[in-house]
């Protein structure tokens, strides 16, 4: 099949980072697949992307980038699948039709929803795909309350993320260095939406332990700022990015989120595969990836200040059996999330949505 992923860009992120193992794997299978980016490609993935030699097209200056429609339009017209990712390229997408035109939504939650104009613009971008998908339970529940609300009637197919062979390779079963020392790592883009600010406050409170986080953001500065303020430069780091993600996150014992909303932490799942528990938030999705007190420990996010965090790394903290009894089910259970489970998925999807033409 001719394939194209259509996506923002290959900046950062978990939907990006997808879509440059999922075309690998689906070129390595014998098809034609090609990226196609409404913007500028700086980031992580796109590296990733030209490691693998993949074939990567711009269209754009931006995202929003309306000129781009036509080169868009050169980009799509001979595909069998035109496979979209994220807003606004789910608009631009469902402009050119040649083939089949199928949708994944990545997230719970977005601030188009709450536009009348959007929720207007929604209600006849969505029935132009042959397909939507959502990649976790959660990404479903709140994608069909919101067609509920558009008027939009049609099933939403379910097909969980899947992270790269490298995370499934080597000795993933690790020992903690030291019974009531853990070194924390974090990932992902320094933003409101992944609320680090959270997780450094709350290491103020956990004295002896170290966090890095990975990524780059807006709100770089800010958490500098509050690291300083805090006087715990010493235990907490910003490493920036990093293309040695799997690397990083074998050097430390544990992995740690505070975002506000999560479609699936992709992340996370890598930092299973590895044998590393993960901390995070009992929100939609993020709990679709990580499972409660079998490999990992979710908190209340609603909870004042961060009383429920601090109070769950404690308990991963003193309790040497208890990481050990996650660490081993953690390993097990990233097995569902193997890209090559995803892949299939999806290209079973696509015949399906071709045949139905």
């Known amino acids: 099949m001719r394939i194209v992923h259509l996506i923002n860009s290959l900046a950062t992120g978990g939907a990006e980072n997808l879509v440059v193992n999922m075309a690998a794997?689906?070129?390595d299978q014998g098809h034609d697949v090609r990226i196609v980016t409404l913007g500028p490609n700086d980031g992580v993935p796109l590296v990733r992307a030209q490691g693998l030699r993949l074939n990567v097209r711009s269209v754009g200056r931006s995202p929003r980038d309306l000129t781009s429609l036509f080169r868009l339009r050169s980009e799509v017209r001979d595909a069998d699948i035109v496979h979209v990712h994220l807003f606004p390229s789910l608009y631009l997408g469902a402009l050119w039709r040649s083939g089949s035109l199928v949708y994944t939504e990545?997230?719970?939650?977005?601030?188009?929803?709450?536009?009348r104009v959007f929720r207007l613009l929604d209600r006849v971008v969505y029935r132009r795909y042959d397909?939507?998908?959502?990649?976790?339970?959660?990404?479903?529940?709140e994608l069909s309350s919101h067609f509920g609300q558009i008027s939009v009637e049609r099933p939403i197919d379910l097909v969980p993320n899947g992270i790269g062979q490298e995370f499934f390779?080597?000795?993933?079963?690790r020992e903690r260095r030291e019974s009531s020392h853990l070194r924390l790592i974090a990932v992902g883009t320094l933003d409101d939406r992944k609320n680090f600010a959270v997780a450094v406050e709350a290491m103020a409170l956990l004295p002896g332990l170290e966090l890095d986080i990975v990524g780059d953001g807006p709100l770089r500065s800010d958490l500098e700022r509050q690291i300083d303020r805090l006087g715990i430069g010493d235990r907490v780091r910003l490493l920036g990015r990093r293309s040695d993600v799997r690397d990083v996150l074998c050097e430390h014992d544990a992995l740690l989120s505070t975002s506000r909303f999560e479609g699936f932490s992709l992340v996370a799942a890598e930092a299973l595969a590895l044998g590393l528990p993960v901390i995070g938030p009992d929100v939609p999705g993020f709990s679709d990836s990580v499972l409660d007190d079998e490999t990992g420990l979710l908190f209340d996010p609603s909870s004042r200040g961060d009383r429920s965090l601090v109070a769950t790394v404690r308990r991963l903290q003193a309790?040497?059996?208890?990481?050990?009894?996650?660490?081993?089910?953690?390993?097990?259970d990233a097995e569902r999330f193997r890209i090559s489970s995803t892949v299939e998925r999806y290209l079973s999807l696509y015949m399906q949505v071709r045949a139905a033409l």
Do not use: F, K
């Open 25 to 27: 794997a689906m070129r």
């Open 319 to 332: 309790d040497p059996a208890l990481y050990e009894r996650l660490s081993a089910r953690a390993v097990i």
């Open 169 to 173: 390779e080597g000795s993933p079963r």
């Open 131 to 141: 397909s939507v998908v959502a990649i976790s339970e959660g990404v479903r529940s």
């Open 106 to 115: 990545h997230s719970t939650s977005n601030r188009r929803r709450g536009s």
